[in-house]
């Protein structure tokens, strides 16, 4: 188990540093398209090539950053009925979704999307666009991103078995790995409401 772990942590900061980044590509994606209107505006010409790159940019984000976004527990969770159960109950649901649900889905991605992207990369297809790029580096996109994706799914699978086995933390906590600007905001946001507590309580305190 103890070597699981560590193939765990090993995917958990792998994801991490990636996601960390993500934001680059979102920053390159605005600067190309402020540009592309600057140029557009100013010249009077354009070019589909930096329509299609603005679109490279934002699937490698987002595609990417899925394995990031699973790591901080982001994805979309229906959690009418699962915030009812108990933790462990909780834990063997989220078994099942990594082993059952997200594994063959990323499996079947990787299995069909790799073909196409080799066959792209050997055949240099060119999108139909006049001007436009070529095919096979958006393509890559997939295969990365659901490889990351993939191992991100393992990565929560092992820690949800070792903490059934009390042989590590509780998955479902809260997460510590905070950034600055969210632990400055978190900090304000404490200062505030002792602040408005500290007035409240001098507001009803009886006067003498």
């Known amino acids: 188990?103890?070597?699981?772990?560590?193939?765990s942590k090993a995917v958990d900061w792998?994801?991490?540093?990636?996601?960390?980044?993500?934001?680059?590509?979102?920053?390159a994606a605005t600067v190309i398209s402020a540009l592309n209107a600057i140029v557009r505006k100013?010249?009077?010409?354009?070019?589909?090539?930096f329509l299609?790159?603005?679109?490279?940019?934002?699937?490698?984000s987002f595609l990417v950053a899925?394995?990031?976004?699973?790591?901080?527990?982001?994805?979309?969770?229906i959690d009418v009925l699962n915030s009812r159960l108990s933790k462990r109950k909780q834990v063997w649901i989220d078994i099942i979704g990594f082993a059952f649900f997200l594994t063959p889905l990323c499996l079947t991605v990787?299995?069909?999307?790799?073909?196409?992207?080799?066959?792209?990369?050997?055949?240099?297809?060119t999108s139909g666009n006049s001007g436009g790029l070529i095919r096979w580096p958006v393509w890559a996109a997939l295969p990365v991103g659901f490889t990351l994706l993939l191992?991100?799914?393992?990565?929560e699978l092992i820690k949800r078995i070792?903490?059934?086995?009390?042989?590590?933390?509780?998955?479902?906590?809260?997460?510590?790995?905070?950034?600055?600007?969210?632990?400055?905001?978190?900090?304000?946001?404490?200062?505030?409401?002792?602040?408005?507590?500290?007035?409240?309580s001098a507001a009803t305190k009886p006067q003498h």
Request: charged share 15%.
């Open 1 to 7: 188990m103890q070597a699981l772990l560590k193939f």
């Open 14 to 27: 792998l994801n991490a540093q990636i996601g960390k980044s993500v934001i680059w590509l979102i920053l």
């Open 42 to 49: 100013v010249f009077n010409t354009s070019s589909n090539a």
């Open 52 to 60: 299609e790159v603005q679109w490279y940019l934002f699937a490698w």
């Open 66 to 77: 899925a394995g990031y976004t699973l790591l901080q527990r982001e994805h979309v969770r």
């Open 110 to 125: 990787l299995y069909l999307s790799t073909p196409v992207l080799i066959q792209m990369y050997q055949s240099g297809e």
């Open 151 to 155: 191992l991100q799914g393992w990565s």
């Open 162 to 200: 070792a903490f059934l086995r009390g042989e590590g933390p509780d998955p479902m906590g809260r997460l510590t790995d905070k950034t600055a600007e969210a632990e400055l905001i978190e900090a304000l946001r404490l200062q505030t409401e002792a602040a408005a507590a500290t007035t409240t």
